[in-house]
């Protein structure tokens, strides 16, 4: 089944703040319902956005529940996750399929909100990778343009539209508490490997954060399988765990001997977050990655690689529509997001 968009949220609409993964810094949230209301939203907070990261482990019911009440209720009209985290996984298995099918509402959350995305895409609603609290919504004293300009087309667009690379990047953590600005670098565009001679085509996306990934292979999860990737596009980025190059080849690795690289149409990588340093080492670490998944995945298939898009753990954020159709054109060198028809409330 080919994913939806959710109905677009609007100047006047009110978004729902819920925590599916884990709490959000101390200070985060004033911030947060300060940005969203400068795109002329209401907010509301639901419970678990209030809670300890401590009792959101505990009680993954509480966690399902808040995701439920946000979709089913007709005067919500988008929901955003507070963070990531590491314990999505669990509350998968108190989620109500038919009744997040029923209610398409756009959801907003990276990192170990990968899981979520997965299962939204699988019930066929289109969900953005980003956009969530924080960092993405909360750093820096000023919300980065680009930044601003991608969660702007998050919220109202139907299709996203075409993409370009940021001038400028940065992956320094962002302290809430001393606000202080961060320093940026510039970007050097997009990376393309293996598109000389290839035909423009249009996909589906699916895929997310890979130490989330990881785990979905771990537990053979028909949500990132074989199957459930034949013929989309796969969007894959790292976080601030930053792993070396031999964890990153074992991850590509495992997609080949899965039949995962033999199924998709194309692999789009995001902008990775580096141990810091230099802004040479920064660059190593990332040249590093480039060149492993390269060249694992020339070992299983023949497709084209976009490498240092701007999703994931770097900024600014461009939150990607998972579950919609993008069209590379390898040869012109281009992405954009095609139209599928929206649904209704």
């Known amino acids: 089944m080919d994913a939806v968009y959710p109905p677009p949220v609007e100047r006047g609409d009110t978004v729902a703040v819920v925590a599916p993964s884990h709490a959000a810094p101390q200070g985060a949230l004033s911030r947060g319902i300060e940005r969203l209301r400068s795109f002329d939203l209401s907010v509301e907070v639901f419970d678990t956005a209030t809670r300890t990261t401590e009792w959101l482990r505990a009680n993954p019911e509480a966690r399902a529940e808040d995701v439920h009440r946000a979709f089913e209720d007709d005067a919500i009209d ?42 939204l895409n699988d019930a066929g609603l289109v969900s953005f990778y980003g956009a969530q609290l924080f960092p993405d919504l909360v750093a820096d004293p000023t919300m980065h343009t680009y930044t601003r300009e991608h969660v702007t087309r998050a919220f109202r667009g139907t299709p996203f539209g075409p993409v370009a690379p940021a001038p400028e990047w940065t ?34 996306v699916i895929g997310g954060c890979l130490a989330m990934l990881e785990t979905q292979l771990l537990l053979d999860a028909a949500y ?42 194309a692999l789009v990588v995001g902008k990775p977050e580096t141990p810091g340093g230099s802004a ?66």
């Open 280 to 345: 040479e080492e920064r660059d190593r670490y990332r040249r590093r990655q480039r060149r492993t998944i390269a060249a694992t995945v020339d070992e299983y298939a023949d497709l084209p690689v976009v490498f240092d898009l701007d999703f994931g753990h770097a900024a600014p954020v461009l939150p990607l529509p998972m579950g919609a159709p993008m069209t590379i054109d390898p040869g012109a060198r281009t992405i954009r997001f095609t139209p599928t028809q929206p649904q209704s409330r």
């Open 224 to 265: 990132f399988s074989r199957e459930a990737c034949e013929g989309r596009v796969l969007a894959v980025e790292t976080s601030g765990e930053t792993p070396e190059a031999a964890m990153v080849e074992r991850f590509v690795r495992a997609l080949g001997e899965r039949g995962i690289l033999d199924a998709i149409r």
């Open 171 to 204: 992956d320094e953590y962002y302290d809430i508490e001393s606000d202080m600005p961060r320093s940026w670098f510039e970007s050097g565009g997009w990376r393309w490997h293996a598109a000389a001679g290839r035909d423009p085509f249009t996909a589906p």
């Open 78 to 119: 988008g929901v955003i996750a507070a963070m990531g985290g590491n314990s999505e996984l669990q509350v998968l298995p108190h989620l109500d399929r038919d009744l997040l099918a029923a209610h398409p509402t756009r959801f907003y959350g990276a990192s170990d909100n990968t899981h979520l995305h997965l299962y």
